[in-house]
């Protein structure tokens, strides 16, 4: 049986998973990035732990058929060189050469959403599938996109943001530099900015108890929590939050009409309470209304780990090119 490493490489943390061919982590080990510093000292801890993880699956590095990098930032994966990673202070930096300075095996690099992507299509909500989007919903939103089993991330490989797609004109300030973008709307960080605005307009919402009060303690559960308390002003906030996912989940089935957009991050954990009112108001604003041929939307199923995986899985694509 072959192996494969498959290194998720964070702002915060570095995890790494060997993945057998089932597409299963069997061993897991991970550590603090540490950004800011030098990347051959980052290369170092990220080598260092993939050998670790081989260690605890009583595996050595024979058995590894290739080691797969997620990272931050514009990734071209044919020059192995990370252009631009603000989180981690990476500018134009060649990490798969040296990551194959410090591990003998071929290296392949992606993006970690675009990894992310690859590992819910290879083994996770989208099994089966090849014409994938993910959108994750977090701090902010990330994407990745794979059309036809390759992950697509245009020509300068700067592409695939979703969450910098506009939906408002001239709407609310994104992270980005522009407004209107569906980072904030969709993100968590901007259903925490509703909850605020709705607790600020109705003084006896539920919402004030569940927040303890502070607008500072507010979170991505909390008008979640009031709705489900039977809370009236809760349950407008989620059918807002709702109704900007629906909106742009149906721009982008429109745009790629995929066999699936899978969505992820930690919002994804509300299940069908959040699933089944986007679906409901999704798939009316698609031009696809065949209800036997539309595209799925489904929660992504692998949550931390699909970073791993998708890293750990990305010679498939090249193997699948050698095969032609």
Known sequence: MGYYIGIDLGGTNIAVGVVDEQYQIVSKVSCKTKAFRPAQEIADDMAAAAMEALKQAELSLEQVAWVGVGTPGSVNPHSGIVGLAANLGFHDVPLTELMAQRIAKPIYLENDANAAAYGEMMAGAAKGLDSVILITLGTGVGGGIIINGKIQSGFNYKGAELGHIGMVYNGVPCTCGRRGCIEAYCSVTALVRITREAMQLHAKSKMWELAENSLDKVNGRTA??????????????????????????????????????????????????????????????????????????????????AGIIGAALLGKQYESDASK
């Open 224 to 305: 979640f929590d009031a709705m489900r308390a039977g809370d009236e002003a809760g349950a407008a906030v989620v059918a807002q939050y709702e109704d900007y996912i629906a909106y742009a989940v149906s721009g982008i089935i429109n745009l790629f009409q995929p066999q699936a957009v899978v969505i992820g991050g930690g919002i994804s954990k509300e299940g069908e309470t959040l699933f089944g009112p986007v679906r409901e108001r999704a798939y009316p604003q698609t031009f696809n209304h065949d209800p036997q041929n539309c595209t799925q939307i489904l929660k992504a199923q692998l949550g931390n780990d």
